[in-house]
Each structure stands twice: as structure tokens, then as C-alpha cells.
């Protein structure tokens, strides 16, 4: 079944009008960028169901969300979706928080497991012994969605500089990784296409195939493709 990504350098291209009905909505912080209050209420009547780790769901309450449809678990907590999908949320090396205080909520990864696939989303954070602990657990992966960007040396603990995505994609036992959190916000001094040309250069040779689709482009998870290096 195709899964559309979106990739963007800075448009607006896609607006929440654009989505379908959204079975599950998976937010994996609180991070403004990550968890977009207008977004979000524009979203509202095309969701199902929330999944988020803990306290991210007090949020959707004071949104007068449905109660029953938000699923809000700790770290390594299966959830069973449906017959055919279950959600893992996983741990993730990062931190929390809108206003002030820090770390009112936790952070997550989740995997997706469906009888023909696995599938993982890193989230935001830094690298980390977790990565081969889930690599291990789940035994690969079909596809990864991977944070690329937004990096800054000094703060790598919290996000991942692309050699760092790229040995994490490895660690995790990744077939097929699209690189996430860039060419959208400039909330770090790189330059807008930087995370996608050094994780390119980062990527050769290793086990993985990095798919680097554009904004609105399809990616189809039972046929094989080729993504044009837009961004160069």
C-alpha cells in the first residue's frame, strides 16, 4: 500500500485539507514542530485514533479530544491496532516540552508491524545503544523513517548528525531509510539541503537503500523506485 511522505524545502505545499481520513495519528513529542496546536484542531474530524507516549495525551484532551480514541503508553509497550497491526512504542534519546518546564512528557520511536512488514520511525533524538537493542528485537526492518537534521555539533545527544542517522539506519538492520525532520524548519544553522547531501554521501556502501523522495512524491512499500538527488 503506497504511504505518502512529505519532504519540503520551506513550501507549504500540503495542508492538513490534502490528508485523507488518518486511522492512527502518531506523535512522538510535544516539541512545537512535532505537535502543532492549528495543524493538529485542522486535523481533528479526519482522526481515528491518537498514539502517543506518556503525558503527550493530556494534550489531546485539552483539545476535546475523544478520550477513548487517544492511546497513551510507556516505552516498550505493544498496542494492538488491529487484526493486522501492531504499534510498538520504543525508546528514544531525546527530551520534552512547550513552555518552561522541561521534560513534563515523554518522547518516543515507534515500530509498525503488519504481517508483510516492519516499519520504523526514529522520532527526534540522539544516537544511542537503543538503536541495536531494537534492531535486535525486532530483527530489521522493511523501511525506516529517520531524523536528519536540524543538528548542531553541540547538541548531537539530542539529534543526530547524518553520520550518526546513518549508523543508526545500520544499527536498526534497515532495508530501505528516508531521511525525516528537514528541508521543512529552519530551526538549526545548516544549510536547508545539508542533511540530505551529507547523509547521501554518508550512506554509500552501506546495507541500507536511502530513498530521498520530494514533496508529495509517493513511496510505494512493494515496488522498488528511484528518487531523483533533487536537492543538489
Known amino acids: ?30 516539541h512545537w514542530d512535532h505537535l502543532d496546536y492549528a495543524t493538529v484542531i485542522a486535523l481533528k474530524p479526519k482522526v481515528k485514533k491518537i498514539l502517543c507516549p506518556l503525558g503527550v495525551g493530556e494534550y489531546f484532551e485539552q483539545w476535546n479530544f475523544p478520550i477513548e480514541n487517544i492511546i497513551e ?24 516540552g512547550r513552555f518552561l518546564k522541561q521534560n513534563p512528557t515523554e518522547w518516543c520511536s515507534f515500530a509498525f508491524v503488519t504481517p508483510e512488514r516492519k516499519i520504523f520511525c526514529s522520532g527526534d ?4 545503544e537503543h538503536f541495536k537493542d531494537i534492531g535486535k ?14 543538528y548542531n555539533k553541540a547538541w548531537h545527544a539530542i539529534h543526530m548528525l547524518p553520520n ?17 525532520h ?11 539541503n545539508e542533511p540530505y547531501v551529507d547523509l ?10 536511502l530513498l530521498t523522495p520530494r514533496i508529495g ?14 536537492f543538489t
Open 125 to 128: 533524538g540522539g544516537y544511542g
Open 217 to 230: 512524491e509517493l513511496i510505494d512499500f512493494t515496488n522498488e523506485q528511484n528518487f531523483s538527488a533533487w
Open 164 to 180: 550518526e542517522t546513518a549508523a543508526a539506519s545500520d544499527d536498526i538492520r534497515a532495508k530501505k531509510v528516508v531521511p525525516i
Open 137 to 150: 528485537k525486532f530483527g530489521g526492518f522493511d523501511f525506516a523513517f529517520m531524523e536528519n537534521g536540524q
Open 73 to 96: 503508553e510507556d516505552w516498550d509497550t505493544s498496542i494492538e491496532l488491529s487484526e493486522n497491526l501492531t504499534a510498538h512504542i520504543l525508546p528514544s534519546q531525546h527530551f520534552s
Open 1 to 30: 500500500m503506497p504511504h505518502r511522505f512529505f519532504s519540503s524545502e520551506g513550501s507549504n505545499v500540503c495542508t492538513p485539507a490534502d490528508f485523507p481520513e488518518l486511522d492512527v495519528l502518531a506523535i512522538t513529542h510535544d
Open 200 to 209: 547521501t554521501a554518508e550512506s554509500a556502501g552501506k546495507n541500507y537503500r
Open 182 to 192: 528537514s528541508g521543512k524548519f529552519a530551526l538549526a544553522r545548516h544549510k536547508w
